[in-house]
């Protein structure tokens, strides 16, 4: 099971830290990663990090704001988002997969029940 918490209102310029521990079969997990989706938009990729957190992956539209992190002791993943802008709105999901860091969301296995980030301008 994945629990993601760490949502809510901000302004523009605004941060947020999102986290997300898992529980369960933990063993399973190898790449943790972050999903998004907007109102009236398609799921979309946001950042992942492999298991030893050497490599990262993010997508171009919050490269340079947010940064993924990880500790494996406690099971969580977690998502620094800086200079929030009002189209960083969304639910943001949080996943897992027992192989390497991928894009396409078919590909992951795990996932958390979404956290939702209100960005106001």
């Known amino acids: 099971q994945l629990q993601a918490s760490g949502g809510g209102s901000v302004q523009a310029g605004g941060s947020l830290r999102l986290s997300c521990v898992a529980s369960?079969?933990?063993?399973?997990?190898?790449?943790m990663g972050w999903y998004r989706q907007a109102p009236g938009k398609e799921r979309e990729y946001v950042t992942a990090?492999?298991?030893?957190?050497?490599?990262?992956y993010t997508a171009d539209s919050v490269k340079g704001r947010f940064t993924i992190s990880r500790d494996n002791a406690k099971n969580t993943v977690y998502l620094q988002m800086n200079s929030l802008k009002p189209e960083d709105t969304a639910v943001y999901y949080c996943?897992?997969?027992?192989?390497?860091?991928?894009?396409?969301?078919?590909?992951?296995?795990?996932w958390g029940q979404g956290t939702q980030v209100t960005v106001s301008s």
């Open positions: 996943a897992t997969r027992l192989g390497g860091i991928q894009q396409r969301q078919v590909l992951w296995t795990y």
């Open positions: 369960g079969s933990t063993y399973l997990i190898n790449a």
């Open positions: 990090i492999n298991w030893r957190g050497e490599h990262t």
